[in-house]
C-alpha cells in the first residue's frame, strides 16, 4: 500500500514531506500545505464538477474549502495500476465543530448560510446526476414509514419479547402517527414547490452532507470540507439535518432550535415554502426509524441494550421535540 500511495502522490506538482494515516485516507504534509489522499469512487465528470464549484466558493471568499488538487496533467482523478481511483484535495488542521457550544453552532449555521448564498450564484450547469427528484424525500419517507409497520407487525407476533421490543410497541403508534402525517404534509407541499418560488426560492446546490465533523475552527477561520456528496435540491435539507442532529443532543432546547433558525435566515432569509421545508424534515421521526431499522437488520437473540438506551432517550425528548416542533409549525403559514 505504501508503494502504491507513492505512484500516485508522484502524479502531482508537489512535494511530499511527511505522511499520516487518517480515517480512510493519507493526510500529506507538502511542500504547498496539508494535502489529503483518498480513494475515489465517483465519475470523472463528478469529479471536473466538484473541482469547479469549489473553485467558485474559493474565489467569493470561501477560502479554506477542501478545493481539489489536479494531477501534474491537469486531471481531478488519478488512478494507480489496477484502475483504482484516488483525489488530492486541500485540508487544514483545527478542531470539529462542538457540537456543546453554542457559539461554534451558529458560527457553523452562518457560514451554511452564506455558503448557500454563494452556491445559488455558480454560473455552470448542473447535471442531471446532482439533481435530487422533487419527489426523493417523499418516497423515502413513505418507505421508512412501511418499514415500521412491518417491525411492529413483526414484534407483535413474537411470543417472548425483550425489554426493546416492549418499549418499542408502546410507543410505536405515537411515532408512526407523526410518520404518516409528515407524508400526507409533504404530499401537499410537492405541488407548492414547482412554482416561482420553488424554482427561484428553494432549490440550488447543497453540501449534502452538512454536520460536526465537516466543520473544521482554527484561529485561521472555518474550514469546510467533504462536498463529495453536494447535489441540487432544497437547501433547507442542509438545514433540518444539522439542526436535528444538534438538537437530539440539546433535548431539543428551543432557544437553540430558534437561535440556529434565526443566525441562517439573517444571513439567508427562509421563505414560507422553505420553511415548511425546514419543518418536514424536522417533524419526521427519522431517530425512531434509525434504531428501529438498526434493530430489525441485526440478531434479534440478542438486543444491544445501547438500542435500548437510545429508543428511552427518544421517547423522553418527545415532548421537547414536540414543543419544538409547533413553535417552528407556527411560523408556517
Known amino acids: 500500500m505504501y508503494n502504491r500511495e507513492n505512484l500516485i502522490l508522484e502524479q502531482y506538482p508537489f512535494e511530499v514531506k511527511q505522511t499520516a494515516k487518517g480515517r480512510g485516507a493519507l493526510i500529506c504534509s507538502t511542500d504547498k500545505g496539508l494535502k489529503i489522499l483518498k480513494e475515489y469512487r465517483g465519475s470523472e465528470g463528478r469529479a471536473d464538477f466538484l473541482f469547479g464549484l469549489l473553485q467558485f466558493l474559493k474565489e467569493h471568499g470561501q477560502e479554506r474549502i477542501d478545493s481539489i488538487v489536479k494531477t501534474k496533467d491537469a486531471k481531478t482523478i488519478a488512478k494507480d495500476v489496477d ?57 423515502e ?10 417491525v411492529r407487525n413483526y414484534i407483535s407476533s413474537r411470543k417472548k419479547k425483550s425489554d426493546f421490543e416492549r418499549g418499542f410497541l408502546k410507543s410505536f403508534e405515537m411515532f408512526y402517527g407523526e410518520a404518516v402525517e409528515v407524508v400526507e404534509l409533504q404530499k401537499q407541499e410537492l405541488g407548492n414547490t414547482m ?22 475552527f482554527s484561529r485561521q477561520g472555518i474550514a ?13 435539507s442542509d438545514l433540518g439535518n444539522f439542526m436535528r442532529k444538534i438538537l437530539e443532543k440539546h433535548n431539543w432546547n428551543m432557544g437553540l432550535g430558534m437561535d440556529m433558525v434565526n443566525a441562517y435566515h439573517k444571513i439567508r432569509p427562509l421563505g414560507r415554502q422553505e420553511m415548511r421545508q425546514l419543518y418536514i424534515r424536522l417533524a419526521y421521526p427519522e431517530k ?8 430489525f437488520n441485526t440478531s434479534k437473540a440478542w438486543v444491544c441494550g445501547r438500542n435500548l438506551e437510545k429508543l428511552d432517550k427518544f421517547i423522553s425528548q418527545n415532548e421537547a421535540r414536540e414543543s419544538f416542533l409547533h413553535l417552528i409549525g407556527a411560523e408556517v403559514p
Not at 412554482?195 to 473544521?216: K, M, P, R, S, T
Open 195 to 216: 412554482g416561482q418560488e420553488g424554482a427561484n426560492g428553494i432549490y440550488g446546490i447543497c453540501h449534502g452532507d452538512y454536520n460536526q465533523h465537516n466543520v473544521l
Open 83 to 139: 484502475g483504482t481511483a484516488y483525489m488530492v484535495r486541500d485540508w487544514y488542521e483545527g478542531r470539529e465543530c462542538d457540537t456543546k457550544s453554542r457559539d461554534d453552532i451558529l458560527k457553523a449555521i452562518r457560514q451554511l448560510a452564506d455558503i448557500h448564498n454563494i452556491l445559488r450564484e455558480f454560473p455552470m450547469e448542473i447535471p442531471d446526476y446532482l439533481q435530487v427528484g422533487g419527489n426523493a424525500l417523499l418516497e
Open 288 to 295: 425512531f426509524w434509525k434504531i428501529t431499522n438498526h434493530y
Open 224 to 236: 469546510i470540507l467533504n462536498f463529495e456528496k453536494a447535489s441540487y435540491d432544497i437547501q433547507a
Open 141 to 150: 419517507n413513505e418507505r421508512h414509514t412501511r418499514e415500521l409497520k412491518k
